[in-house]
Nanobody
């Protein structure tokens, strides 16, 4: 059974920073890619950033220059460093992992609130 557990969410003021973590556990042979998505109230879940097994990254325009995605395959951990946070970044953030031979898995989400 594969599980993804996010942590690091919280409440910060605009301009602040947070670092989200995603730990992958279970019978995992290889993590092909990891991604972070978010869902704000009343909106659809959207991609924030993703990182492939070869280290290549993709960022949506609204986080470019502010967020950094990374992963440690050996430790099975993914990170999302978020800086210069804005009120519109408020959402539940979800980790996604694509596991070789098993498919795509999601974490339970972690709340990020940006408010003064």
């Amino acid at each position: 059974q594969v599980q993804l557990v996010e942590s690091g969410g919280g409440s910060v003021q605009p301009g602040g920073s947070l670092r989200l973590s995603c730990v992958v556990s279970g019978s995992v042979s290889s993590i092909l890619a990891m991604g972070w998505y978010r869902q704000a109230p009343g909106k659809q879940r959207e991609l924030v950033a993703k990182v492939a097994g070869d280290g290549s990254t993709h960022y949506e325009d609204f986080v470019k220059g502010r967020f950094t995605i990374s992963s440690d395959s050996a430790k099975r951990v993914g990170y999302l460093q978020m800086t210069k946070l804005k009120s519109e970044d408020t959402a539940v953030y979800y980790c996604q992992a694509v596991i070789r031979d098993l498919g795509t898995y999601w974490g339970q989400g972690t709340q990020v609130t940006i408010s003064s």
